[in-house]
């Protein structure tokens, strides 16, 4: 039988214009490595500057609304404009609320705006506001400030049902400061319009609930008891 004969494979040397491929494959991979790294380089930076920016300017803002609505308080309570008229500086603390709040949207500052108006005699104004926190905002003591108030002009405006809604949908809040002021204005309301025993209901929800209410004596007295 005829013995198979091996093919012998002759290894290719690599030549010198393969060696200069090779190196040149490797530079150029080096180089896009290195556009890569200073893309991302570049790109981080470019993030971090609007970082800086961003938060410059947001600190920016909220000074300036932190500066107004110093101001609106100066004029709400007289500090720095005795010699205004109550009106005039109510305006006043209006105006610098508004720029406040258009700055830099916050509860306490739309607040004050209502304030103002109430302060005003624009009890439909200060109830648009107030209506505007109540529904935007969450912060239980100050939505629970807003309806009292809320409440208030409702009653100037000779509106007592609504006066009475505002206030029971207080008493409904879960930990909310005033429920037990809200039972006794509601109580006071109802009386005042001849409903002694809705009222005395609302009298007796507050010696059962809140018995460390500072209106518990009122309650009491309002109900005949020692």
């Known amino acids: 039988m005829p013995k198979a004969i091996k093919k012998h494979f002759v290894k290719k040397e690599q030549t010198e214009e393969d060696l200069k491929d090779t190196v040149a494959d490797i530079r150029e991979r080096l180089k896009q490595k290195h556009r890569t790294i200073i893309y991302s380089a570049s790109a ?21 609304a932190l500066e107004l609505e110093a101001a609106g308080y100066n004029f709400y309570y007289g500090v720095y404009s005795a010699e205004l008229m109550p009106k005039e500086r109510f305006k006043k603390a209006l105006e610098m609320f508004k720029s406040s709040y258009e700055t830099r949207k916050r509860p306490r500052v739309l607040l004050y705006i209502a304030n103002c108006y109430y302060e005003l005699g624009n009890y439909d104004a200060a109830i648009k506001n107030l209506t505007e926190l109540t529904d ?10 807003a309806k009292y108030r809320m409440s208030l002009a409702y009653i100037q405006k000779g509106d007592t049902d609504s006066a009475l809604n505002v206030l029971l949908a207080l008493t409904r809040i879960n930990n909310a400061p005033l429920r037990d002021l809200a039972l006794m204005e509601s109580g006071l309301i109802l009386q005042s319009l001849g409903k002694t025993e809705d009222a005395q209901k609302k009298y007796r929800e507050i010696i059962e609930k809140f018995p460390e209410s500072a209106f518990l004596n009122e309650a009491k007295n309002r109900l005949g008891i020692n």
């Open 44 to 64: 981080f930076v470019v993030l971090l500057l609007l970082i800086v920016v961003l938060l410059t300017y947001t600190r920016s803002i909220n000074n300036k």
């Open 136 to 145: 935007r905002f969450s912060d239980v003591a100050i939505v629970s400030l």
